[in-house]
């Protein structure tokens, strides 16, 4: 090895000037040439004559001696050995680093023996057995995949094929949706090695998961209210059909675009979708005008079955109240009847004269001067005249005739007749004297 390094030898003077190994002096050059740098010939046949003294060769400097064809000496078996050792150690060496690869962050290496399956190496600085027994494929399974469907860039480049799907109801719909995706960890090697090609098998997944909700759905609930369970069923649907295929798939995202009916039957159904809304409008106005009805005519009607139910119980009430009275009255009536018959009378004549409009004087033993508290009677009348009116109301209240006006205050001369009592008309009270 010191050899080695010595025959080769970048700080060497002797490069490109006849000296093999360094230990010989250099040549005389030509006079006339200078001190410049060696020409590149003169540099490539110093290189050959050193790799040849490293197999045992020795050059003679233009040196043509007898037996010695070109001025080199053939090489002797040991240098020979070592030669051959060196490039040995040196071309395995080279093949041996070949193994080394790197592999960077969010990718894997899936490494092959004879073109089969290995082992999986993460991210990092790995080796393997160099080519051709061992391989590695590097595949990043951290990249977000994403491809489109039923359009290409923008809404207005429609695929139709794609795109056109029908429903239960037998109506078309023009859907447009964008599917993303990535690798599993563990699923590099089944998206190399288990499916011919990965990404188109994820598309017509896509599409099949798709064409299949659809078809089990109407046009109202897929254009509607039903974007979101769509999706989500497609999601389901194709990671299902992705993991039976062993495709190493993960589906992270089905994004609905835009679904409408076809261009040719747009106008068609706009009017469609208008009567429609009128149809809920309307169903939505009578069930208003239902609500606000409905209570309050249940309510009427519990107002009036309670008033009736009021009603009779204060009849029974009332019934029975007078039965029991009249009960009572004709027990004690049976014990005195003389006694009965006048308490009777007496009740009787007090509540009718209680309720009377006339007042009757007797001035057989008075003077002609009477004093009556008119403010009061008048007062008096007026209360029993409005509860009067408020006890019947169909019935025409009682007016008193009119009073004259007293002479001096409240004193009313009143014409005395023997043997007779005068009477005057005042209002619902008596005032004896």
Do not use: C
């Not at 309307?282 to 606000?292: D, R």
């Not at 009348?381 to 409240?410: E, M, T």
Request: no cysteine; glycine share 10%; hydrophobic share 35%.
């Amino acid at each position: 090895m010191p050899r080695i390094i010595k025959l080769f030898n970048l700080n060497d003077p002797g490069w490109g000037r006849g000296n093999n190994n360094g230990s010989e002096p250099p040549p005389k050059r030509p006079q006339g040439s200078g001190d410049g740098p060696p020409d590149l010939d003169e540099v490539w046949r110093d290189f050959n004559n050193r790799i040849g003294s490293l197999f045992g060769r020795k050059g003679g400097g233009g040196n043509n001696r007898p037996g010695n064809r070109g001025g080199m000496t053939p090489p002797s078996p040991r240098g020979a050995r070592i030669g051959l050792g060196v490039v040995a150690l040196v071309a395995a060496g080279i093949w041996l680093a070949s193994g080394f690869y790197i592999v960077q962050e969010g990718q894997v290496a899936v490494v092959t023996q004879f073109g089969k399956y290995k082992s999986t190496s993460q991210a990092g600085f790995q080796w393997r057995l160099p080519y051709p027994i061992q391989s590695q494929e590097i595949v990043n399974v951290s990249q977000l995949r994403t491809f489109e469907v039923g359009f290409r860039g923008g809404s207005r480049n429609k695929v139709l094929p794609e795109a056109l799907m029908l429903t239960t109801d037998e109506n078309i719909v023009d859907m447009q949706f964008v599917v993303q995706y990535r690798l599993r960890a563990d699923g590099a090697p089944d998206y190399l090695f288990m499916t011919r090609d990965p990404d188109e098998s994820v598309r017509q997944a896509s599409e099949t998961a798709m064409r299949e909700v659809v078809g089990k759905q109407s046009m109202d609930f897929v254009l509607y209210e039903g974007r979101t369970a769509v999706a989500s069923q497609v999601q389901t649907l194709m990671q299902q059909i992705l993991d039976r295929y062993q495709t190493g798939v993960q589906v992270s995202t089905v994004a609905i675009q835009n679904v409408q009916p076809p261009e040719q039957v747009q106008a068609a159904f706009d009017d469609a979708v208008k009567a429609g809304q009128d149809r809920e409008r309307q169903i939505n106005e009578g069930q208003a005008y239902a609500n606000q009805v409905v209570p309050l005519a249940s309510g009427q009607a519990s107002r009036m079955t309670e008033q009736a139910e009021g009603y009779k119980a204060k009849v029974v009430g009332d019934a029975q109240g007078n039965t029991s009275r009249f009960t009572s009255i004709l027990g004690e009536y049976e014990k005195a009847p003389a006694v009965m018959r006048q308490r009777m009378y007496l009740e009787s004549m007090q509540d009718i004269f209680t309720r009377a409009s006339k007042v009757m004087v007797d001035t057989k033993s008075n003077n002609n001067m009477l004093y009556l508290p008119l403010d009061k009677i008048m007062h008096l009348a007026a209360q029993d005249a409005s509860k009067s009116s408020v006890g019947n109301p169909g019935s025409p209240a009682l007016v008193s005739p009119p009073i004259q006006p007293p002479l001096r205050g409240n004193a009313v001369p009143v014409p005395q007749s023997s043997g007779s009592s005068n009477s005057n008309t005042l209002p619902r009270d008596r005032t004896s004297r």
